[in-house]
């Protein structure tokens, strides 16, 4: 079982920045992937971006290339994802979520979500 809290959302303008953090509980964190969905409202869960724990390697969804920041601090089993020059569009409320396959952004396949950090983004 793993245990996923995400922190650091909140509200900017267009242009802005923010930096969610999102914590494990698994000590084996590393044979995880670790990936941010986001949902606005009335549309269906997206990816935004993956890092393959172990190797390091990182994906991203085409909309938040060159904006968009996945990273890792493996000693605190913690992912973060910086956002900037954020979009009204990049509105949504963003999860965490760990899978141990690191292919695709298949929603079934991630087994362990976070509740969720609100991003809204303000023209």
């Known amino acids: 079982q793993v245990a996923l809290e995400e922190s650091g959302g909140g509200s900017v303008q267009t242009g802005g920045s923010l930096r969610l953090s999102c914590t494990a509980s698994?000590?084996?964190?590393?044979?995880?992937?670790m990936a941010w969905f986001r949902q606005a409202p009335g549309k269906e869960r997206e990816g935004v971006a993956r890092?393959?724990?172990?190797?390091?390697?990182?994906y991203y969804a085409n909309p938040v290339k060159g904006r968009f920041t996945i990273s890792q601090d493996k000693a605190k089993k913690t992912v973060y994802l910086q956002m900037n020059s954020l979009k009204p569009e990049d509105t949504a409320m963003y999860y965490c979520?760990?899978?141990?396959?690191?292919?695709?952004?298949?929603?079934?396949?991630?087994?362990?979500w976070g509740l969720g950090t609100q991003v809204t983004v303000s023209s």
């Open positions: 890092i393959n724990t172990g190797g390091g390697s990182t």
């Open positions: 698994e000590y084996t964190y590393s044979t995880y992937c």
């Open positions: 979520a760990a899978g141990r396959a690191c292919g695709g952004w298949y929603v079934p396949s991630f087994g362990y």
